[in-house]
């Protein structure tokens, strides 16, 4: 084992902090990551944790861990493996032995680090490091429960609550570690804790403690200094892209003028979107907690036909319930928005963990022809973006919308610069342009083919709209066979036109090389940093990324057709590439493909694609 | 200022009615109008949900803001469509079928949140539009398409589930009742939260003569009890039978025999908010007890729209944050 004692400065790091579901890993991790934020670093972070609320104490299945990547460079992924290793109990380092990096510091609470321990982790000797076969790491042996319970000696607590700030301990030593103040980190929790003023002040005696113990101590490993980011001055906070979702809609209501309405049903890992829009009564946002996810969405087709920017919002599971109620506003041509927040599958699969496999169910799973624009946001930030946009498109073009997002962006964190929505587009909800007495419920705008949204409380403009095929006009109910094959094609060519509005796709890279790597969603950050290193090492290489899926942007065949090896990476089975090969003639698509329900590592992405070049 | 007054062909749309020469359906319809009409909010003020079915075919033929949804959703919509404008006068019609088969679950919860909306449910106990398949409310036994030996499933009775389901307005009335239809859902329109009207309809096609024992006024002087709040609950020709409580279940009493007066038969609460007694008289069936009929159960409770506008209205006065701008400038953040 390697020993050393000096301040390392670095670019990024990247720390993970791991302990049992009840152990405050989460918590941990969010203050340290906007502690550094705030210092001016470059953060994106990913939670990575058990279904179970509290699976049993020190057991592997019982383990929960959030990683974050913080860097003066720009920061597009939460890190492949740690730099630092932060374990709260011997099942957390069994859980983690693949996630640290050669001559990594593990820091770890030697109070867990007893027979005990090892039997629930599994461990058949009483020297885990040995028998994980640990050798290239430092170890940092810090008596977390003992120094944390001394910590509060005297205080109020009785020493099981006392233990609960453990974490706060491992916190002040991380920070100490890596030379941050604590000032910081106090203001966050005084204003998490201010309703709950004796457990703000344990974590902060705790907090404290752990700091200066660091410091007393001088512990004998490398101590580490990031440099500020250069990024754009400007206002920042960390999001979260469920968060950035439900700012986006609330941003494209107050654009558009509309009143915002969700319809949903609690689903891992979207409800947090159901959260934040619940919580925003302040602006008016109606929400309807419904009784099942059909309700989510059927109620939220009320309130488009009533007049109001509506949602619904899910993941897969609850995707497959909507697709009846999906097909009725393709065909009765309502503006909505259904958000999916990607999970592992089929069925109830891998709730807490991450996917893009949902794709195909978005694009087709319905009965009938039943067009839609499916648009996919690829960072936790841009979820505000495509978040808009995707309400945008579904307001300007009365259509419904689906929004991909997964697991792994809705949960991390990215920094986000405050927008202004001066900066974003008008949204302009498409009202009879005629006299009602011309006015007919299929009449379509000639540009963009969507009819007009004329909402009940309008005098004059009573109309009648449902899920039986109709006249394509007048919207009275018919069977004709030649009316059917209009409507089929007008709805279809609706969707179609949604690609004269969208920007065209870009290719980031070597535009000349001969290999491109494709991508869409989520997996944009790893394949970004892939490029990135691939290039730096002398290698040419491009990616084409997409955020708008269906209708793909106008020159996609046309960009597509300059390489001649194409790799399309995601996070499922090859879904993407199974839709682009329908879509795009005369190129050869290959597959990269990894479904274990986490994301990408840039090393991977490396390894497998330099065997191209 | 008087009030714009409306006349039933106001709420009638230019379509061509499709329903089977004969239906019970058409009669409903007609009670529409004219409750419509009567209750006086405007066509455009008005949005009519309905689901699938052949009475949910209705939506087309009302001059009003109509949606013909999908099957057993129209609850669900009808609920988003009052959440997003309180201010419109919102009805859903529907059957057996769609309402309480494939969106039972939409009708239990509507009711639990005491949305203001008002369902017609139109209870003719068999599958009409699917061609005579036998449905939640069809009576145990009877012999259809999908049960050739006869069903062996118990009914439901609708007031049953909007009764324990925390209900607060029920009616029943029977399709060729006009009057009786056109009265309570005039009642229903003015009823604050989740309403629902029962029409006992006859399906000529499919399940004809299920409500034979009330079909003709003179019936329906002996079988049933027209309900009125306030008023003893008498019926017959000369008013001469009446209701009494005998133990946990009513009784019918002929007045004048044995010793009995019109003073011993019960008033009418439709008010009260304990549905014990709501729950007897729309469980009575005949042929020793009359079919109830008029306004059973209409308790007022807070709404759910209300609550929800109240609690928006609540937060708001007590929030700086307005706009999205407000919002930006309320969460954590920092200068870099």
């Not at chain 1, 927040?341 to 009938?368: C, F, I, M």
Request: with cysteine; charged share 20%.
């Amino acid at each position: 084992m390697t020993k050393s004692n000096k301040i390392i400065e670095l670019e990024q790091v990247v720390v993970r902090f791991s302990g049992d579901s009840g152990d405050g890993m989460q918590l941990t991790g969010t203050l340290f990551s906007n502690l550094s934020a705030i210092l001016g670093n470059e953060i994106s972070t990913f939670p990575d944790y058990p279904a179970e609320i509290r699976a049993p104490h020190g057991t592997l299945d019982g383990v929960s861990g959030f990683q974050v990547h913080l860097g003066s460079q720009k920061i597009m992924t939460p890190g492949d493996k740690a730099d630092v290793l932060v374990v709260m109990n011997p099942a957390a380092l069994k859980a983690n032995v693949h996630e640290i990096k050669p001559g990594g510091v593990i820091m770890y609470d030697e109070n867990t680090f007893n027979t005990a321990g090892f039997q629930k982790a599994g461990f058949e000797t009483e020297n885990p490091f040995v028998e994980l076969g640990l050798k290239d790491v430092q170890l940092l042996s810090v008596p977390l429960t003992e120094m944390t319970k001394l910590s509060l000696g005297g205080s109020a607590f009785d020493s099981k609550a006392a233990v609960r700030s453990k974490n706060m301990f491992a916190l002040g030593l991380v920070c100490w570690l890596f030379n941050r103040p604590i000032d910081k980190a106090q203001d966050f929790l005084t204003k998490k804790f201010s309703k709950k003023p004796e457990i703000l002040r344990a974590n902060i005696k705790v907090l404290v403690d752990g700091y200066h113990y660091g410091n007393n101590i001088h512990a004998a490993v490398s101590t580490y200094r990031i440099g500020k980011s250069n990024i754009e001055k400007g206002r920042y906070t960390s999001i979260n892209g469920n968060k950035a979702v439900a700012y986006g809609l609330i941003a494209a209501a107050q654009k558009a003028g509309l009143q915002l309405f969700l319809g949903s049903y609690p689903i891992t890992p979207a409800s947090d979107i159901m959260h934040e829009l619940a919580a925003r009564k302040d602006i008016g946002v109606r929400v309807i907690q419904s009784e099942d996810e059909i309700a989510g969405i059927s109620t939220a087709i009320g309130a488009s036909f009533a007049g109001n920017l509506a949602v619904t919002s899910t993941s897969g599971p609850g995707l497959a319930l909507k697709s009846e109620a999906i097909g009725l506003a393709v065909m009765a041509e309502l503006p909505l928005v259904i958000v999916d927040v990607q999970r592992g599958g089929p069925s109830t699969g891998l709730p807490t963990k991450t996917e893009q496999a949902d794709l195909l169910q978005a694009l087709y799973g319905r009965n009938g022809e039943s067009p839609l624009v499916v648009v996919a946001a690829s960072t936790p930030d841009n979820c505000f973006d495509y978040a808009y946009m995707a309400a945008k498109i579904a307001i300007e073009h009365v259509t419904p919308v689906i929004l991909l997002t997964d697991g792994f962006i809705a949960n991390g964190t990215a920094l986000w610069k405050l927008p202004s929505l001066n900066d974003y587009p008008a949204i302009e909800p498409p009202r009879a342009i005629v006299d009602s007495s011309e006015w007919k419920p299929y009449l379509r705008d000639p540009e963009k083919l969507n009819r007009y949204w004329m909402m009940p409380g309008t005098e004059g403009f009573m109309h009648r709209i449902g899920g039986l095929e109709k006249h394509c006009i007048t919207g009275e109910i018919s069977t004709d066979p030649v009316n059917h094959q209009k409507m089929v094609d007008v709805r279809r060519m609706k969707v179609e036109k949604v690609a004269d509005f969208i920007p065209l796709l870009t290719i980031y890279g070597n535009e000349e090389s001969d290999t491109l790597l494709v991508g869409w969603g989520s997996t944009y950050g790893h394949l970004r940093s892939a490029v990135d290193e691939l290039r730096e090492s002398g290698k040419k290489i491009a990616l084409a990324h997409f955020n708008y899926i269906l209708p793909l942007p106008r020159n996609t065949n046309e960009v597509l057709s300059r390489y001649s090896k194409i790799i399309v990476c995601e996070l499922n089975g090859g879904q993407f590439a199974t839709y682009l090969r329908s879509q795009i003639q005369g190129v050869t698509f290959q597959q990269y493909n990894k479904v274990q329900g986490q994301p990408f590592e840039v090393e991977e992405l490396v390894t497998y694609v330099s065997a191209f070049l | 200022m008087s009030l714009p007054s409306y006349i039933p062909q106001d709420f009638k749309s230019d379509q061509y009615v499709r329903w089977c020469p004969g239906c019970g359906n058409f009669a409903i319809l007609n009670a529409i109008y004219k409750a419509l009409a009567e209750v006086g909010v405007s066509p455009a003020q008005t949005a009519v949900i309905s689901g699938i079915g052949c009475s949910s075919r209705l939506s087309y033929y009302m001059n009003t803001y109509g949606f013909h949804t999908i099957h057993g959703r129209a609850t669900a919509i009808a609920t988003g469509v009052k959440v997003a404008n309180p201010a419109l006068s919102v009805w859903q019609f529907t059957g057996d079928g769609d309402c309480l088969a494939i969106g039972g679950n939409h009708f239990i919860h509507a009711l639990r949140r005491n949305i203001d909306i008002n369902i017609v449910l139109h209870n003719n106990e068999i599958y009409g539009l699917t061609k005579g398949q036998f449905s939640p409310t069809s009576p145990k036994g009877l012999v259809t398409k999908s049960s050739p030996f006869g069903t062996i499933e118990r009914p439901f009775k609708p007031a049953d589930l909007i009764f324990g389901a925390g209900g607060t307005f029920f009616a029943r009335t029977v399709d060729v009742d006009i009057p009786t239809s056109v009265e309570v859902m005039v009642e229903a329109a003015k009823h604050h939260g989740t309403s629902v009207v029962e029409v006992l309809q006859n399906c000529v096609i499919f399940n004809d003569g299920a409500y034979k024992a009330i079909s003709t006024k003179e019936l329906r002087i002996e079988n049933t009890i027209l309900l009125k709040q306030g008023e003893p609950m008498l019926f017959g020709k000369n008013q001469e039978k009446g209701l009494v409580l005998d133990g946990f279940n009513l009784k019918t009493v002929m007045i004048g025999k044995n010793g009995i007066t019109e003073h011993d038969v019960l008033i009418h609460d439709a008010t009260t908010p304990d549905f014990f007694l709501h729950q007897r008289l729309a469980a009575m069936t005949g042929p020793d007890l009359p079919i109830a009929m008029g306004v059973i159960r209409n308790v007022s409770e807070p709404t759910y729209d209300e609550e929800l506008v109240n609690q928006i209205h609540e937060v708001q006065s007590n929030s700086s944050v307005k706009t999205f701008e407000d919002l930006l400038e309320s969460i954590d953040s920092w200068e870099i």
